[in-house]
């Protein structure tokens, strides 16, 4: 199993966004390698069709998929994401879980 998080420099919450992943994983018991993917250009973004930062990958797939994009709209930038408090720059526990799940 290959777990990824993209993120940028500029991003806040990817720092806590891994470190909430890592604590399911480690609650859930799965032994998996977690590797932080620095995004740093507009090319990066569009070649790694990065949404934003944090974005969690399990197998080189979005845990919280952003829908079909235009080829040029992946671009460095902070994602969003609705949580049950409301928008917040990372997922839940919670929501982690549940992809996981999935």
């Known amino acids: ?17 891994e470190k909430t992943l ?3 994983l480690a609650e859930e018991g799965i032994d998996a390698e977690v590797e932080r993917v620095a995004v740093s250009t507009k090319e990066e973004a569009k070649r790694l069709r990065f949404p934003g930062s944090p974005t ?3 197998d ?11 080829w ?3 671009r460095l930038g902070c994602l969003l994401y609705a ?6 720059g990372q ?5 982690i879980w549940a992809a996981l799940a999935r």
């Open 22 to 24: 890592r604590k399911v």
């Open 91 to 95: 997922s839940t526990r919670r929501m």
């Open 60 to 70: 080189g797939h979005d845990l919280f998929p952003v829908g079909a994009r235009e």
């Open 56 to 58: 969690i990958r399990l």
């Open 72 to 74: 040029e709209d992946w």
């Open 1 to 17: 199993m290959k777990v990824e998080v993209l993120y940028f420099d500029g991003c806040l919450t990817y720092k806590t966004a």
């Open 83 to 88: 949580t049950p408090e409301g928008l917040k």
